[in-house]
């Protein structure tokens, strides 16, 4: 098992200095692959939005200097999350939009800018026009798969605890909208993951 670290932009009311040096000191321990979850979330809006902003570009900048990838969460907040990492940017070490839920046209654009996108569960729901169309348009080199467990379990398991055992719905439906085995699905977006967080393959 590997780490992110980060803190949420729910709880970024928390943040000081003092704890910004402690997340620098978990980012050079050596299962720390990733800064994050970092982001915004206008949908809970537990802190003010500028205090979410500041935070998600100091964690950004925290990224940078140790070379790790960026987990972007971003809820109802898609406007100003575009414009923050356009202009501020993760490192070359890029990052995922984790659980992405906006346009297929601003996955695209994200995938330009070097950046993987995350696919879980909601790309099974029924009527997931969008998610689904942002499966078939963003290139299976650039995926991810991924739980949020425990949210988002995948058809036939919706409402229920998610756990990774669930991944293979993810991976089947993802093959299905791109006419690919679930295999190929498979190996790729294990792949994907080594290369963005530098892990070996096993
Ligand atoms: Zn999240």
Excluded at 127 to 153: Q, S, W
């Amino acid at each position: 098992m590997y780490a992110a670290a980060g803190i949420h932009p729910d709880d970024v009311g928390t943040l000081d200095e003092e704890k910004l040096q402690r997340l620098r000191d978990l980012c050079r321990e050596e299962k720390t692959v990733a800064v994050g979850e970092i982001g915004l979330d206008y949908y809970w809006d537990k802190e003010p939005r500028e205090i979410q902003k500041k935070w998600f570009r100091e964690q950004l900048a925290l990224a940078r200097e140790q070379q790790l990838p960026v987990s972007i969460h971003s809820r109802d907040a898609a406007q100003d999350t575009f414009e923050i990492l356009k202009s501020d940017h993760a490192g070359g070490a890029g990052g995922v939009l984790h659980c992405f839920s906006s346009s297929p046209q601003l996955a695209e654009e994200y995938v330009k800018m070097g950046y993987y996108i995350g696919i879980g569960g909601t790309v099974t729901f029924k009527n997931a026009r969008v998610p689904k169309e942002v499966a078939a348009r963003v290139p299976l080199e650039r995926i991810l798969i991924e739980t949020d467990c425990p949210y988002l379990a995948p058809t036939p398991h919706r409402g229920k605890r998610n756990s990774s055992l669930n991944l293979p719905l993810v991976i089947q439906e993802i093959a299905r909208i791109k006419g690919l085995t679930p295999d190929d699905v498979e190996t790729a977006t294990y792949e994907n993951a080594c290369r963005l967080f530098c892990i070996d393959p096993m």
